[in-house]
């Protein structure tokens, strides 16, 4: 693939940092990605460019392949983007309770300070919550436990209800079976689209007869 020259001098300032911890670049899916015993954590790089400024937002996540595994067999997720997708991700500013932090370049030294900044949430924040998310009752925890609001972990919420009660079945948690009503409540309440039901109780129904190895 083809590099803009931004993407270029974005990942020769990034790399070095990244690789020290452990990530690849895979500058095919605009990511770093370091591979973990359940799954990969991530560290996505969105550039859009405006004239002589570049806006770059910057999110972070992991995934779970065994509630990958289980959620993309109801989701209607291309086949060709199922090995790829997130349990969770959110941006550096929606992880900080700011609704927008994208960071404006329009030069070498804005780059590098911008650089700068993510090195700095990455080392101080960022990698201490991601190295949590290995293990299954974080996850549990993280987007079951408000399951009446917006989890600010995903993004998309209709997802987060089939994840969400996944991680709880998998991880034994005594509130599965209030976290299904509650979720299938809410799903009727986003969505009037019966396909999407019919699937949410198709996967209520495989969790009640799964049994992980």
Excluded: W
């Excluded at 803009?4 to 690789?19: A, M, R, V």
């Excluded at 370091?34 to 004239?51: K, R």
């Excluded at 067999?73 to 790829?84: I, K, P, V």
């Excluded at 997802?159 to 996944?166: E, N, S």
């Amino acid at each position: 693939m083809t590099l803009t020259p931004f993407e270029t001098q974005l990942y020769k300032q990034l790399t070095p940092f990244f690789d020290e911890y452990g990530y690849d670049l895979l500058p095919e899916k605009k990511q770093y990605r370091l591979m973990t015993p359940t799954g990969f954590q991530n560290v996505l790089l969105s550039p859009a460019y405006y004239g002589a400024e570049t806006i770059l937002d910057v999110n972070f996540g992991c995934r779970h392949d065994q509630i990958e595994q289980i959620a993309q067999q109801f989701l209607n997720n291309l086949s060709g983007y199922r090995a790829d997708a997130n349990t969770l991700v959110l941006s550096i500013g929606r992880f900080r309770g700011q609704l927008y932090t994208r960071y404006t370049i329009g030069t070498d030294y804005q780059l590098a300070d911008v650089c700068g900044q993510i090195q700095d949430f990455f080392l101080t924040t960022g990698f201490p919550f991601l190295n949590e998310t290995v293990a299954l009752p974080a996850l549990d925890r993280l987007l079951n436990q408000f399951p009446d609001e917006p989890c600010r972990y995903v993004y998309n919420q209709t997802h987060r209800y089939y994840k969400g009660l996944i991680a709880a079945c998998l991880n034994h948690n005594p509130r599965a079976d209030a976290l299904t009503d509650v979720y299938r409540h809410q799903l009727v309440q986003q969505t009037q689209n019966p396909h999407a039901q019919f699937h949410f109780e198709r996967l209520v129904n495989f969790l009640h007869h799964y049994s992980a190895n």
